[in-house]
């Protein structure tokens, strides 16, 4: 069973940057996909970028030119860089891998963007 481990969240000014990872227990992120995800307070979970277990990439509009997914195949972990945080960014972040069928979450990482 694949788990999913979270780390690198905290507040932040706007115009900052953070550097999300996931940690991916139990499973080659060299044959997943990894997404991820946010969910701010009364919003819907909404994907905000995605690697696929090839290396390509995808954005949503509201982040594309300021978030970098990559991933580190050695250290089996994904990243999410977050450049020119916006205070619309506040929300938990989570990571999601999908083999098929089988989708694994992780608990996630709150970011806060405030003066």
């Known amino acids: 069973q694949v788990q999913l481990v979270e780390s690198g969240g905290g507040l932040v000014q706007p115009g900052g940057s953070l550097r999300l990872s996931c940690a991916v227990l139990g499973g080659r992120i060299t044959i997943l996909n990894i997404d991820w995800y946010r969910q701010a307070p009364g919003n819907q979970r909404e994907l905000v970028a995605s690697?696929?277990?090839?290396?390509?990439?995808n954005y949503a509009d509201t982040v594309k030119d300021r978030f970098t997914i990559s991933k580190d195949n050695a250290e089996n972990t994904v990243y999410l860089q977050m450049n020119s945080l916006k205070f619309e960014d506040t929300a938990v972040y989570y990571c999601r891998s999908q083999y098929g069928e089988y989708i694994s979450w992780g608990l996630g990482t709150q970011v806060t963007v405030s003066l």
């Open positions: 690697i696929t277990s090839g290396g390509d990439t």
